[in-house]
C-alpha cells in the first residue's frame, strides 16, 4: 500500500510554487485559486426564514480545481489549509474542508498560517498547526450575507424607482454619500476675497526686488528675509478687500522698522510607524499615484514571493528579529549617530489588532530595493517602487528623530503713531536623522537677528487671494475619511472604491473623484429613503459588530437578523409609496435628426454605464443615440499636429488621451499632455519600443511562472502516471471545421 503524502491547499498559484521549494517533496501543494464555494450570483442564495442559512454553491469553473484537490486529498491522511491569516481566507479554508471531506475516511485537517512567506516561517508554522477558527468565518459569512441581502433587496428598488441595471451596497453606497456630500459642497461653495501682505526686509538700508509671480525669489540674498502682517494697531490683521489694504501699505512704505522678539526653540520630528494596510494605500496614492486596487494587487504579489509580509493588517507589532535586523541596516548604512538607544515600539489602536499580526514590512530588511529585480526577475518596476516605500518607512521607523532649530522674529513697523506687527519664521534642520531617507523640504533661514535691532524695507507684496472650496476625495484622502469614521475596513477599501467606479457613481478625473448625475440621484434616493442604511455612525456600528462576532462575543445570525427585519419592512414600504427619481439630463437645444421636423424631440446628454452619450429626450419612443467625443480645448496632437486631443474611455472607465486622426496617427497617453507639448517621429518611435519592451518583459514573467509551476506540480507524478505518448495525427479537413464552429 502506498504511504500517504500530507496535501497542503493554498489560494494561489504563486503561494503554492513556493511552498513546493520550502517544503520539498514530503509534500503535495495544490492552489484552489481563490474561493471555490460562494453564494450563487442567479439568486439570493439565503434561506431567510431558517435562519438566514446560506446557499453555498461551487464557483462556476471552479469544478476542475476540486476534482484536483479531490483526487490529491485520496492519497493524503493530512489536508493543511494554508490559507491567508484573516476572515476571508478562514472562510476560503472552511469551504476547502466542507469541499474534502468524506464519509468513512479518518482525514485530519490542520490550519497552518504563516505572516510572511519565507521558508523558516513556513516550516514554523506547519510544525506547529492549529484548527479552523470558526468565530473568524463566522464573522465573514455575517459580512457576506448582510451585503447580499443589501445588494439583493435593495437594488430592485432602485431598478423600479430609478433605473434598470443599478445596485446598492453596505458600505459602498455609504462611500458613495461621502463623495456626493463632498460634491454639493463644491457646488454650494462661495469663494470669499482677502488679501495678504508680505515684506521683504533688509538688514541692510537698500531696496531690492524679493518678489516674483507673488511668491519669494529663490534663494534669497544674504541678509533678506520674508515677514507676514499679522496686526495693525495691535488688533488681528485680517483684510476683505483691496481698501483695507492700501492704508496699510501707506504705512508700511513710511514705516521704520525694528526686531521687538526673538524667540528660538529646539523641536525633534519623529518618523511614523511601520505600515498597516490603510497607510499603506494612503502612502502609496500620495507618492506613487497608485489606486488602491493598484496598492493590494503589487503587495499581495510582493506577499506571495516572499518579499513582504502579509500585508492585510491593523496591527503595528513588528518581530523582535525584524527590529534588531531594522536597526543593524541603520547602523551599518548610515552610522551610529542615527539610531535610537531604544527599540522603538508603537501601540496598536484597533480593538481587532492582533499581536500574532505584524504590520507590513520587508521580510529581510538587509534586501535593499535596488536589489529586489535582479532576486527576482518576474517582478516589475511597480513593485520596486512600492518595496521601496516598505522598506524605507521600516528602517524610518527605527532611526533616531530629526532635529530643527526654529527661530520666530517679531518686527515692529511704525510711523508716528500707527504701529504694525509682521512675524517671520525661520527653520534650520540641524540634523536629518529618519528623513535622511525622504525628500525634505528646503530650510527656511533667517539671518542672524537681535533685539532691538533694525531693518529695512525691501520690498512689498500685497497679495488678493479667495477661499477655496473643499478638495475632492482621492484614493488617499478618502480611505482616511472612511477609517476615520470606522467605516469598512483596511482590506475592503480597494473594494468599496473599485465598486463605486465600476457602477459609473463616481468617475476617477486627475486621480479625484467625481460624482456623475447618476451617482447623485442613487444617494439622494438611498439617505431619502433608506436612512438607516446609509447612516455614517449606523455603518461603523455594524462594522463594529462584526468585529464582535470575529472576537467571539456575538452570534453572527442573531447580528444579521437584528440588520435585516427592520430592512424588509421599509423595502416594502418605499416599493408601495416613493416617488420615481428623475435623472437629470443636459439639454443641447439640437433637434433630433430621426424625429423629423413636425416631432418635438430634442438632443440630451445622459450618463450610462460607459460614460456620456447623446440621446433623444423621447426615448424610448425614440431610438437616437450618438457617441461623445470629448476634446482638450485648443490642444492639438503632439505627435502629428494637425489632429485635436480628445479624452476616450476604457471598459475599465479609465480615460486616456489620443489623437482624433487614428489609427493615421496612433499617439496616446495615459497622463494629459501639457498645451505645449511636441514629440517627434522619432521620439514617439522610441517610446513605442520601450512600451513594447515593457509588454514582453511582462508577458514573458508570466510565462516563466506558469511553466514553473506547471513543472513543480507535475514533478510529484510518478513516471508511471504519464499517459503514452500519442502519434501525431494531421486534422483532416472535416475535423478542423468541426473545430472551427465548435468555437464559434
Known amino acids: 500500500m502506498a504511504s500517504k503524502i500530507p496535501l497542503v491547499v493554498v489560494e494561489s498559484p504563486t503561494k503554492a510554487r513556493k511552498l513546493r521549494d520550502y517544503l520539498g517533496d514530503g509534500f503535495v501543494v495544490e492552489a484552489s485559486v481563490g474561493h471555490i464555494r460562494d453564494l450563487p450570483k442567479s439568486k439570493l442564495g439565503i434561506d431567510i426564514d431558517h435562519d438566514f442559512e446560506p446557499e453555498y454553491a461551487v464557483v462556476p469553473g471552479k469544478q476542475k480545481v476540486i476534482t484536483q484537490l479531490k483526487k490529491q486529498a485520496k492519497n493524503a491522511d493530512k489536508i493543511y489549509l494554508a490559507m491567508d491569516p484573516d476572515r476571508e481566507g478562514e472562510a476560503i479554508a472552511w469551504h476547502v474542508k466542507h469541499i474534502l471531506t468524506e464519509k468513512g475516511t479518518d482525514r485530519e485537517f490542520l490550519r497552518a498560517t504563516f505572516h510572511q512567506i519565507t521558508k523558516d516561517a513556513v516550516q514554523e508554522a506547519m510544525a506547529h498547526p492549529s484548527k479552523i477558527l470558526m468565530e473568524l468565518v463566522d464573522a465573514q459569512q455575517a459580512r457576506r450575507v448582510v451585503d447580499r441581502l443589501v445588494g439583493y433587496k435593495v437594488s430592485p428598488v432602485l431598478w423600479k424607482k430609478v433605473r434598470r441595471g443599478l445596485s446598492a451596497g453596505r458600505v459602498q453606497s455609504v462611500a458613495l454619500r461621502l463623495i456626493v456630500e463632498r460634491e454639493r459642497e463644491i457646488e454650494a461653495f462661495k469663494p470669499e476675497e482677502y488679501w495678504e501682505i508680505a515684506v521683504g526686509l533688509n538688514v541692510e538700508d537698500s531696496k531690492i526686488t524679493v518678489f516674483a509671480d507673488n511668491k519669494p525669489i529663490q534663494p534669497l540674498p544674504i541678509g533678506i528675509f520674508v515677514a507676514q502682517v499679522t496686526k495693525v494697531d495691535t488688533k488681528k490683521y485680517e483684510p476683505k478687500q483691496e481698501k483695507d489694504v492700501t492704508p496699510v501699505i501707506d504705512l508700511l512704505e513710511k514705516a521704520a522698522y525694528t526686531i521687538v522678539k526673538i524667540e528660538q526653540k529646539d523641536r525633534q520630528r519623529h518618523s511614523l510607524p511601520p505600515f498597516i494596510t490603510s497607510t499603506l494605500q494612503q502612502s502609496a496614492a500620495n507618492r506613487l499615484g497608485f489606486s488602491a486596487k493598484q496598492t493590494m494587487a503589487v503587495a499581495q504579489q510582493l506577499y506571495e514571493e516572499g518579499i513582504i509580509t502579509y500585508h492585510r493588517t491593523d496591527s503595528f507589532t513588528l518581530a523582535a528579529s525584524a527590529l534588531n535586523d531594522a536597526r543593524q541596516v541603520v547602523k551599518t548604512e548610515f552610522g551610529q549617530e542615527y539610531l535610537p538607544e531604544k527599540v522603538r515600539v508603537f501601540a496598536n489602536k484597533s480593538k481587532n489588532a492582533q499581536e500574532a499580526h505584524e504590520a507590513i514590512r520587508p521580510t529581510n530588511a538587509k534586501l535593499h530595493p535596488n536589489q529586489l529585480l535582479a532576486k527576482i526577475s518576474s517582478l516589475s518596476t511597480r513593485h520596486q517602487k512600492l518595496y521601496d516605500l516598505i522598506w ?46 525622504f525628500k525634505n523640504s528646503e530650510d527656511v533661514i533667517l539671518p542672524d537677528l537681535a533685539e532691538q535691532q533694525s531693518v529695512y524695507r525691501a520690498d512689498i507684496n500685497p497679495q488678493q487671494k479667495f477661499t477655496l472650496p473643499p478638495p475632492r476625495y482621492n484614493d488617499a484622502s478618502l480611505i482616511k475619511e472612511l477609517e476615520k469614521r470606522g467605516i469598512g475596513r483596511p482590506s475592503t477599501y480597494a473594494s468599496i472604491i473599485s465598486v463605486i467606479l465600476d457602477r459609473g457613481y463616481v468617475e476617477r478625473i486627475e486621480k479625484r473623484f467625481w460624482a456623475t448625475n447618476i451617482g447623485k440621484v442613487v444617494s439622494d434616493f438611498l439617505l431619502q429613503y433608506f436612512p438607516v442604511i446609509m447612516d455614517y ?13 470575529a472576537r467571539g462575543e456575538k452570534e453572527w445570525r442573531q447580528v444579521v437578523g437584528n440588520f435585516f427585519l427592520p430592512l424588509s419592512k421599509k423595502i416594502k414600504e418605499v416599493e408601495e409609496t416613493a416617488d420615481r427619481a428623475e435623472i437629470p439630463v443636459e439639454k443641447t437645444g439640437e433637434k433630433c435628426p430621426l424625429c423629423g421636423e413636425t416631432d418635438q424631440g430634442e438632443i440630451v446628454i445622459r450618463e450610462g ?22 476634446k482638450l480645448a485648443g490642444q492639438r496632437c503632439p505627435l502629428c499636429g494637425e489632429g485635436d486631443v480628445v479624452i476616450k474611455p476604457t471598459r475599465w472607465r479609465r480615460n486616456f488621451y489620443g489623437c482624433s486622426r487614428y489609427p493615421k496617427c496612433n499617439w496616446a497617453s495615459w497622463s494629459k499632455p501639457e498645451p ?68 464559434k
Open 537 to 549: 455612525d449606523f455603518t461603523a456600528e455594524m462594522e463594529e459588530d462584526l468585529d464582535r462576532i
Open 609 to 630: 454605464k460607459f460614460g456620456k452619450f447623446r440621446s433623444c429626450n423621447r426615448f424610448p419612443d425614440c431610438k437616437f443615440t450618438e457617441n461623445i467625443v470629448e
Open 392 to 437: 524605507r518607512r521600516l528602517i524610518a521607523s527605527q532611526m533616531a528623530p530629526a532635529r530643527y532649530k526654529q527661530t520666530k522674529a517679531t518686527i515692529e513697523a511704525k510711523h508716528q503713531q500707527a504701529t504694525a506687527e509682521l512675524i517671520a519664521n525661520g527653520s534650520i534642520q540641524e540634523f536629518a536623522g529618519w528623513t535622511i531617507l
Open 676 to 743: 505645449d507639448l511636441k514629440i517627434t517621429p522619432e521620439e514617439w518611435a522610441i517610446e513605442q519600443q520601450k512600451r513594447e519592451e515593457r509588454k514582453q518583459r511582462r508577458s514573458a514573467g508570466k510565462t516563466a511562472k506558469l511553466k514553473k509551476s506547471k513543472k513543480n506540480s507535475g514533478s510529484k507524478k510518478s513516471k508511471k502516471s504519464k499517459p503514452a505518448k500519442k502519434s501525431a495525427k494531421k486534422p483532416t479537413k472535416k475535423t478542423t471545421q468541426k473545430s472551427t464552429q465548435k468555437k
